[in-house]
């Protein structure tokens, strides 16, 4: 039960994460464009599996917006007071959307800091308003800490988002205040830990290149907390037992690795797109399964570079259809009839499947006794 609690207060954490997204150390122009795979064409805005992996150690996709509908944690009146406080270490904050196959023009209508002596205004990486791209694209809202005051801050972000025609989407605009830490140059004030106090000595303990400061207490330079500086910061924090040794690198136990301690070592390679998750434990895609994710749930084979999903079923390439890629763009134009037990090609003529044969690939190969294939008539 605890395990389920505290499960579902990751998922509300990460949806409102999402409309600020993947949370990463080095806040930079984020511009970069993905393929997903094929699903419902309208309006989503998320984090994907890998990204909420690293912040919460649960593979999970999160979805603030799926297919036009605003999730229903973010319309919760409770959400803000499950979320906790986004720690000093965080400097920005990553997320992704697109607007598939309709359109959508999106203004964000509100970007600020209630405290700027400690937090200034967020920033994000595009335009305040504009169009929401067609295709996948993640971009970033910067939390920039004010330097001077150490202390905890509160932000809103308000995002309207209207149809082509004007309409706004349902449940928008969203309005969201989150709660940001920021340290004095690089002081490290924590609300669950007690500030250091002062030190006669801490010149000859402040390690790291801490600094013993007029009221003999250590200023800790970027990276570094503790009273005397002597623990690293590693965010998000290292996992799978790792520890943080530097800040950002984490030292990890035997069978691990990456930058964050989330991958395993496999001895051999995991197959058909599976990832090494622990010692020579493969995580294997939808459709495949073994040791090495080297079975197909596919009896009959994915054409064209098809990828398996599931029973028999194929995720295809754009251009490609049905449920072991055989149909091709032009199936119903170029073929007047459809191809049994095979592809339809540019020609306007069937390529069959092994075992088939004809104009229609509508008829069997037979076999004699001995498994010679007896010639076609």
Known sequence: ???????ANVVKYLSVLVLLAAVSQVCT???HYYYQEPYDDDLSLWINEQQVKIFSGVAMKIYAIDNGRVSPHIRDPMF??????????VSCVNFTWRSGSKKYHYNFDRLMSEDESVLKPPTISIKTSGRV??????????LPCSGNVSGIAVFSIGLLIQSRKGKPVPGTPLRIKLRKECAHRGVYRSSTLSAPGPDPECDKKCANRGVCNEDKICVCPEGYMGQYCQTALCYPQCMNGGNCTAPGNCSCPLGYQGRHCEGGICSEKCLNGGKCIQKDKCECTKGYYGLRCEFSKCVIPCLHEGKCKGVNKCRCKPGLSGDHCQIGRRQRSTCKRPCKHGTCMPDHTCTCFDGW?????????????????LPRG
């Open 1 to 7: 039960m605890a395990r389920r609690d505290l499960l």
């Open 80 to 89: 803000s007071h499950y979320l906790p406080i986004i720690p000093s270490e």
């Open 357 to 373: 044969f004809g104009k229609l690939c509508n008829r069997r190969e037979k076999k004699k006794r001995n498994g010679a294939k």
């Open 29 to 31: 122009r984020q511009d």
């Open 133 to 142: 791209p067609k295709n996948a694209k993640e971009f970033s809202v910067a």
